[in-house]
């Protein structure tokens, strides 16, 4: 079988050329070609001896996930879907805005965390991405969407915000990561590289040490008592070691807060007083908030806040200094949206099933 390149990061990829007898700055040479320029043929990478380059055509390929389905919404969101095999599909989402192009991706084929009002939660875990089916999702976007005047990728911001938990499949969101970063493939900023988590502190941890990008972590609830609820998870990593975590990841962070995100759920964490126990919760921790007003979806009994109660929550966090945006929704006419990334999930856990038997 051939050996995809997208799913080797700058070492492995130097590694994978010593095992062939070829110089380690190969590797850079064709990482420059793959990402930079976005060429998928080695016969197109002219300054690459025609003898290497034939011997990489019979054992590797650059092949991104096939994409099964397109999407344009009137905003100019797009959103792909792209088959991850054995029956799963995954989304990717573009967001372009005046400033910058965003692309958010996916880390894993469903979710196994099952967040009351998440989507992706809903359709249970199926299994982590690849590293080339996490890069190639961005390696895919660039493809499509090209460049700007400047001669530079539309797609200037990458978040980890589609479906699945990044930090449970670190090993492979790391080396993605890494070639977000490497001057040699995207060369990203890493304040423009967003991993969003619903607070594996462990994991955190390591990803301070290890690869230390933008963190927004899913909050949700301003006590433990709700957020064991919504985000289940909670239960294992409650809000006083999450916060210690927070702050720990501030000490390497390339900014310097931490973005907390809070899905606006009408009548279950939206009110005044909830707002002010946020305040206090997260009172050592700096950081800012994104309000994300709730995207339904089928098979749910919640519903999202009205605009005045956002407004409201939102004036208590902005009284006590607290930057605080309340999200735009983008690309709901597509289901695009956040938490709404269904994409197409053989269920391990047969979560859906229970549930409607459970209902019957
Ligand atoms: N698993 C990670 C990243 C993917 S979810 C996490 O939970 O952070 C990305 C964001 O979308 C999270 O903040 C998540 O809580 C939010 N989200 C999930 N379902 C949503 C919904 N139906 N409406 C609005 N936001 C939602
Ligand atoms: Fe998983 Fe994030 Fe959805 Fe929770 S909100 S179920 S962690 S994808």
Not at 55 to 79: W, Y
């Amino acid at each position: 079988m051939q050996q995809n390149l997208l799913d080797f990061d700058a070492h492995a990829l130097a590694g994978f050329f010593t095992e062939m007898g070829e110089k380690p700055f190969r590797a850079r040479q064709l990482m420059r070609w793959i990402y930079r320029a976005g060429e998928p043929d080695f016969a197109a990478m002219t300054d690459i001896a025609a003898t290497l380059r034939g011997k990489l055509a019979q054992t590797a390929c650059i092949t991104p996930p096939e994409v099964m389905r397109e999407e344009l919404s009137d905003d100019g969101t797009r959103k792909w879907l792209l088959n991850v095999g054995t029956g799963n599909a995954v989304e990717a989402v573009y967001i372009p805005e005046a400033e910058r192009g965003t692309l958010c991706i996916s880390s894993q084929a469903g979710c196994a965390l099952n967040c009351s009002f998440c989507s992706t939660g809903k359709q249970g875990f199926n299994r982590n991405l690849g590293v080339a089916e996490i890069i190639g999702q961005l390696w895919w976007a660039n493809h499509q969407l090209g460049r700007d005047a400047d001669g530079n990728w539309k797609i200037s911001n990458v978040v980890m915000m589609g479906m699945g938990e990044p930090l449970l499949n670190y090993a492979n969101t790391v080396s993605a990561l890494r070639l977000m970063l490497d001057d040699h493939a995207y060369g990203l900023s890493r304040r423009r590289v967003t991993v969003s988590t619903s607070g594996i502190v462990p994991a955190m941890d390591r990803l301070r040490e290890e690869c230390p990008v933008a963190l927004a972590v899913s909050l949700h609830a301003p006590n433990d008592r709700l957020r064991d609820e919504l985000v289940p998870i909670n239960q294992k990593y409650p809000l006083k070691e999450l916060l210690a975590a927070c702050r720990r990841y501030l000490e390497r962070a390339p900014r310097d807060f931490i973005t907390f995100e809070y899905v606006m759920l009408e009548g279950v964490n939206d009110s005044v007083k909830q707002a002010r126990e946020l305040v206090k919760l997260v009172h050592d921790v700096p950081c800012k908030f994104n309000l994300i007003p709730f995207n339904p979806f089928p098979q749910t009994d919640y519903r999202r806040s009205s605009p005045d109660a956002i407004q409201r929550f939102r004036d208590v966090l902005m009284q006590a200094d607290i930057v605080t945006t309340t999200r735009r929704t983008r690309g709901d006419d597509i289901a695009a949206a956040c938490g709404q990334l269904a994409g197409q999930v053989m269920d391990r856990t047969k979560r859906t099933q229970q549930r409607s038997i459970g209902a019957a």
